[in-house]
């Protein structure tokens, strides 16, 4: 197997895993969040500042302000494979946009729009001596293969506190976008030959719901401790797909013409995606302005994950998140001592199930990462607060056994935050 870089491709992610399934799943986290390791299922304020949390849309009740959070996100990938040169990518990208408005000193609305999956791959691989005996590499035969695309996630959701320390909240999500996939049979010392391509696309819309609550302990006025749980329900959405057998040549300066048959053109067939259950379970410890630690455990049953009827292979998901955040003083007059630092790790058993290229058996491909980064906030303007939140995660991905692709990427995330007073109502004397 051989990869290759992409060029003006629609993709925002560089990585061969990204075939299967729905892609590269994208958690519901900000870069606040991911910093923190990527926990959040129990956290609503983060030291007092208003944070938009959709991963528990329980959190929502706890905010007061009015908040807007976006941000940029970049992606460098290093691919390793036995016996292959390495070869590294990278990607940029918007990566989300939300807004949150108080509805009552108890409740507030959240809406934004969030990466769901994302696609993006390109590699060869070759077999020689197609048609012959012979033992010079002679008719060798390319197999292509490369995707893109991506899904995205439309939010509205609302939390509320239902008694004095239980807060609940839901999500309506619209899942959206189109995931392409090509396959192609070359054989380029023979001119005579028509080449085949394969190409599949996948235009997928459809309703999507998360539950949270979060249950507060107050330790006393400053310390709080909070059980959560949240969880994304077993739902089916619709997909439009296409499948498109064509044959092509390729000219004497490599030039590859117009397909000069197509075998099959079966368009726009309607039929589902079954998602699975996905369920989040989270602690945090919080000192008010101080300190706040935290874990999450999540599990995904997307083993049952289907497309148009099909199993896709896939294997049952399992996250382990761990971090926290120190603000030295958050009253202090040195800067460096009123921002947010923050570290945490990943661990990871992805819905990822490869078969091994050497024919025997699959590999369940894990994923470990450590975070770390920094809420700085900027200089507040009347009854407005901003932050800048940066983060970073480092980690691996895959195995060089059985074949299989080890990828090493470097995530950085940059997001804008904003707390205001909107809606006020002035008297006047």
Do not use: C
Not at 218 to 238: E, M, V, W
Not at 289 to 296: I, M
């Amino acid at each position: 197997m051989v990869f290759e870089a992409r060029s003006q491709s629609t993709a925002t992610t560089s990585s061969p895993y990204s075939q299967y399934g729905l892609g590269d799943l994208t958690p519901m986290l900000l870069p606040q969040n991911i910093a923190m390791g990527g926990i959040g299922t129990a956290l609503n304020q983060i030291n007092g500042f208003n944070n938009i949390n959709p991963l528990n849309p329980a959190s929502y009740a706890a905010i007061h302000y009015t908040a807007i959070d976006a941000g940029i996100y970049n992606n460098t990938v290093f691919l390793t494979q036995t016996g292959q040169p390495s070869q590294r990518n990278e990607n940029f990208r918007l990566s989300h946009l939300a807004f949150a408005i108080p509805v009552s000193g108890k409740s507030a609305i959240s809406f934004g729009l969030l990466p769901y999956s994302e696609m993006g791959y390109n590699y060869i691989k070759t077999a020689k001596n197609f048609g012959t005996g012979s033992a010079v590499d002679t008719n060798a035969v390319n197999y292509l293969y490369s995707g893109e695309g991506a899904l995205s996630k439309a939010y509205i959701g609302y939390g509320f506190t239902l008694a004095r320390h239980l807060l609940l909240g839901v999500n309506m999500s619209y899942i959206f976008g189109d995931l392409k996939q090509y396959q192609s049979t070359e054989i380029p010392t023979l001119s005579s030959t028509l080449n085949s391509r394969i190409e599949q696309d996948n235009a997928v819309g459809g309703l999507n719901f998360d539950l949270g609550a979060q249950y507060v302990i107050d330790l006393s006025l400053t310390r709080h401790i909070i059980f959560a749980y949240s969880g994304s329900l077993k739902s089916q959405i619709n997909t439009q797909s296409s499948y498109i057998v064509s044959q092509y040549s390729i000219d004497a300066t490599g030039v590859t013409n117009l397909p000069a048959d197509t075998v099959v053109d079966n368009q726009r067939a309607k039929s589902k995606i079954q998602l699975p259950q996905i369920n989040h379970f989270g602690i945090s410890y919080q000192k008010d302005q101080s300190f706040l630690v935290g874990a999450d455990y999540s599990t995904g049953h997307w083993s049952d994950l289907s497309i148009g009827g099909v199993n896709q292979g896939m294997a049952n998901s399992s996250t382990l998140n761990i971090g926290g955040q120190y603000t030295p003083n958050i009253n202090s007059f040195n800067y460096w001592s009123t921002v947010d630092y923050r570290l945490g790790a990943i661990f990871d058993q992805t819905y990822f199930n490869i078969a091994n290229p050497s024919g025997t058996g699959s590999t369940q491909i894990k994923s470990t990462a450590i975070t770390f980064g920094f809420g700085m906030p900027l200089h507040a303007v009347n009854t407005s607060f901003y932050k800048l939140n940066f983060s970073a995660e480092i980690g691996q991905r895959g195995t060089l056994n059985n074949g299989l692709v080890r990828e090493n990427y470097i995530n950085l995330h940059l997001g804008f935050t904003l707390n205001d007073k909107w809606f006020q109502r002035y008297k006047f004397d």
